[in-house]
């Protein structure tokens, strides 16, 4: 992976990633810990009983695109809108880009 300056305004350090190690340590400390952003030992059971569904063979498509889950890597997906409501397991890449959305495919649980 080719080295880039840090995406932290003013930074003028190379990483392998989009932040320096100290701008990276910050972001990650403002962020707050993920039972603080809502991943308590609930989503914990829920993503632990999909896991185990598609361990015995189970096939799960992502709730939001409607792909083949695969069972090694995967996110518990959540309403866009009310992150306490969720939908099932969802693509990496599905879950990844839900940054700014303001809509909700299930919008009845807003």
């Known amino acids: 992976m ?12 190379l990483t392998r990633g989009t932040r ?11 962020r707050g810990t993920r039972q ?3 991943y308590d030992a609930a989503h914990d059971a829920l993503r632990a009983d999909w896991q185990r569904r598609m361990n015995n063979g ?13 069972p090694s890597n995967w996110h518990l997906g959540h309403c866009d809108i009310n992150r306490g ?22 919008a009845s649980h807003t």
């Open 58 to 70: 189970e096939r799960v498509t992502c709730w939001r695109h409607g792909e083949p889950i695969d």
């Open 20 to 30: 320096c190690p100290p701008h990276k340590r910050a972001r990650d400390a403002a």
């Open 36 to 38: 603080a952003r809502g």
């Open 2 to 13: 080719a080295m880039r300056v840090c995406i932290e305004a003013g930074c003028p350090a």
């Open 85 to 106: 409501v969720y939908h099932g397991p969802e693509c990496v890449s599905g879950n990844s880009a839900t940054s700014g959305r303001v809509g909700c495919p299930h």
